[in-house]
Protein backbone atom coordinates (compact mmCIF):
# COMPACT_ATOMS: atom_id res chain seq x y z
CA UNK A 1 0.00 0.00 0.00
CA UNK A 2 1.26 3.15 -1.33
CA UNK A 3 0.97 6.74 0.56
CA UNK A 4 0.70 9.50 -1.43
CA UNK A 5 2.95 12.65 -0.06
CA UNK A 6 1.51 16.06 -0.09
CA UNK A 7 4.10 18.84 -0.15
CA UNK A 8 3.70 21.62 2.54
CA UNK A 9 2.72 24.63 0.64
CA UNK A 10 4.58 27.27 2.66
CA UNK A 11 4.47 30.47 1.08
CA UNK A 12 1.87 32.23 -1.09
CA UNK A 13 3.38 31.93 -4.70
CA UNK A 14 3.27 28.04 -4.53
CA UNK A 15 -0.40 28.48 -3.11
CA UNK A 16 -0.81 30.37 -6.46
CA UNK A 17 1.11 27.96 -8.44
CA UNK A 18 -0.96 24.99 -6.58
CA UNK A 19 -4.62 27.16 -7.73
CA UNK A 20 -3.39 27.45 -11.31
CA UNK A 21 -2.36 24.08 -11.59
CA UNK A 22 -5.86 22.69 -10.44
CA UNK A 23 -7.91 24.92 -12.15
CA UNK A 24 -6.07 23.39 -15.55
CA UNK A 25 -6.41 19.88 -14.42
CA UNK A 26 -10.11 20.72 -13.64
CA UNK A 27 -10.84 22.50 -17.32
CA UNK A 28 -9.29 19.37 -19.15
CA UNK A 29 -11.87 16.89 -17.25
CA UNK A 30 -14.44 19.05 -17.70
CA UNK A 31 -13.41 19.72 -21.31
CA UNK A 32 -12.95 15.82 -21.69
CA UNK A 33 -16.61 15.05 -19.95
CA UNK A 34 -18.13 17.27 -22.50
CA UNK A 35 -16.63 15.50 -25.44
CA UNK A 36 -17.94 12.08 -23.87
CA UNK A 37 -21.36 13.37 -23.74
CA UNK A 38 -21.37 14.88 -27.35
CA UNK A 39 -20.31 11.83 -28.47
CA UNK A 40 -23.04 10.00 -26.17
CA UNK A 41 -25.13 12.44 -27.80
CA UNK A 42 -24.17 11.85 -31.46
CA UNK A 43 -24.33 7.85 -31.30
CA UNK A 44 -26.28 7.03 -28.65
CA UNK A 45 -28.43 4.93 -30.75
CA UNK A 46 -25.22 2.70 -31.66
CA UNK A 47 -24.23 2.69 -28.29
CA UNK A 48 -27.11 1.82 -26.71
CA UNK A 49 -28.36 -0.87 -29.25
CA UNK A 50 -25.13 -2.52 -30.13
CA UNK A 51 -24.53 -2.96 -26.28
CA UNK A 52 -27.62 -3.61 -24.90
CA UNK A 53 -29.20 -6.10 -27.64
CA UNK A 54 -29.00 -10.18 -26.39
CA UNK A 55 -27.90 -10.94 -29.90
CA UNK A 56 -24.24 -11.59 -31.26
CA UNK A 57 -22.50 -8.36 -32.63
CA UNK A 58 -23.29 -9.30 -36.04
CA UNK A 59 -27.10 -9.64 -35.28
CA UNK A 60 -27.09 -6.60 -32.75
CA UNK A 61 -26.01 -4.73 -35.59
CA UNK A 62 -28.98 -5.74 -37.77
CA UNK A 63 -31.32 -5.61 -34.84
CA UNK A 64 -30.05 -1.77 -34.35
CA UNK A 65 -30.08 -0.55 -37.49
CA UNK A 66 -34.10 -2.02 -38.28
CA UNK A 67 -35.01 -0.56 -34.61
CA UNK A 68 -33.65 3.22 -36.12
CA UNK A 69 -35.11 2.88 -39.43
CA UNK A 70 -38.80 2.46 -36.94
CA UNK A 71 -37.88 4.85 -35.08
CA UNK A 72 -36.71 7.60 -37.59
CA UNK A 73 -40.68 6.83 -38.72
CA UNK A 74 -42.11 7.00 -35.20
CA UNK A 75 -40.45 10.55 -35.11
CA UNK A 76 -41.72 11.46 -38.26
CA UNK A 77 -44.98 10.40 -37.30
CA UNK A 78 -44.35 12.97 -34.44
CA UNK A 79 -42.13 15.84 -35.25
CA UNK A 80 -42.90 17.97 -32.12
CA UNK A 81 -42.14 15.36 -29.44
CA UNK A 82 -38.74 14.04 -31.12
CA UNK A 83 -37.14 16.70 -32.98
CA UNK A 84 -34.49 17.91 -31.21
CA UNK A 85 -34.74 16.25 -28.28
CA UNK A 86 -32.77 13.12 -26.81
CA UNK A 87 -34.02 11.78 -24.20
CA UNK A 88 -37.59 10.96 -25.56
CA UNK A 89 -35.50 8.92 -28.31
CA UNK A 90 -33.32 7.24 -25.50
CA UNK A 91 -36.58 6.41 -23.76
CA UNK A 92 -37.84 4.72 -26.93
CA UNK A 93 -34.51 2.98 -27.42
CA UNK A 94 -34.38 1.34 -24.17
CA UNK A 95 -38.36 0.35 -24.32
CA UNK A 96 -37.50 -1.23 -27.53
CA UNK A 97 -34.70 -3.05 -25.94
CA UNK A 98 -36.37 -4.53 -22.91
CA UNK A 99 -39.22 -5.58 -24.94
CA UNK A 100 -36.93 -7.75 -27.14
CA UNK A 101 -34.71 -9.11 -23.85
CA UNK A 102 -37.93 -9.84 -22.49
CA UNK A 103 -39.56 -11.78 -25.58
CA UNK A 104 -35.85 -13.51 -26.79
CA UNK A 105 -35.88 -15.32 -22.76
CA UNK A 106 -39.08 -16.54 -23.93
CA UNK A 107 -37.88 -18.39 -26.85
Do not use: G, R
Given at each position: ????????????????????????????QEQLIGLKIDYFKENYNTLLGEALLPYDPSQNIKVN???DSANNLIAGLFPGFFKGKI????????????MIKTFAKKR
Open positions: MSHKTTAKIDNLDKLKFEKVKLQTYCTYALLLPAIVLKLMQIV
